[in-house]
């Protein structure tokens, strides 16, 4: 009868000390959105839900025949926000964004959209 009136009392137990799940991090905004079509811009801003750790984590723009864009990139204080500064405004066409996050817990994240400039 002992161990029938410990065990929830240890299941309690348990459950109390453990700590919420860890998500993984994710791309939570962007600018240009994905599959979005706007005017010339010469900033990609991403915005993600943990603080990156800044070795690991980045950003590639690409246009349409697959050619990688020559880009100055920046990460905001917080960690959440990667910020990108194209050398020229994009012309028209499409365009596809390639992101890797490693976040503070150890988690590696990769992702990719495309928009469209007219």
Same mark, same amino acid.
């Given at each position: +009868?002992?161990?029938?009136?410990?065990?929830? =009392?240890?299941?309690?137990?348990?459950?109390? +000390?453990?700590?919420?799940?860890?998500?993984?991090?994710?791309? =939570?905004?962007? !600018?240009?959105?994905?599959?979005? +079509?706007?005017?010339? !811009?010469?900033? &990609?801003?991403? &915005?993600?839900?943990?603080?990156?750790?800044?070795?690991?984590?980045?950003?590639? &723009?690409?246009?349409?025949?697959?050619?990688?864009?020559? +880009?100055?990139?920046?990460?905001? $204080? $917080?960690?959440?926000?990667?910020?990108?500064?194209?050398?020229?405004?994009?012309?028209?066409? !499409?365009?596809?964004?390639?992101?890797?996050?490693?976040?503070? $817990?150890?988690?590696?994240? !990769?992702?990719?959209?495309?928009?469209?400039?007219?």
């Amino acid at each position: +009868m002992r161990s029938f009136l410990l065990a929830p =009392i240890a299941v309690a137990a348990v459950v109390a +000390m453990a700590g919420p799940a860890s998500a993984h991090a994710r791309l =939570i905004s962007a !600018t240009p959105a994905p599959d979005s +079509m706007g005017g010339p !811009t010469r900033t &990609v801003t991403l &915005v993600f839900s943990e603080r990156s750790v800044p070795a690991f984590s980045g950003f590639d &723009v690409y246009d349409a025949n697959g050619t990688k864009l020559q +880009m100055r990139a920046s990460i905001s $204080d $917080d960690g959440k926000t990667l910020s990108g500064t194209l050398a020229r405004p994009l012309a028209a066409g !499409t365009y596809r964004v390639e992101w890797r996050l490693a976040s503070g $817990d150890g988690h590696r994240m !990769t992702g990719n959209y495309s928009f469209m400039v007219h």
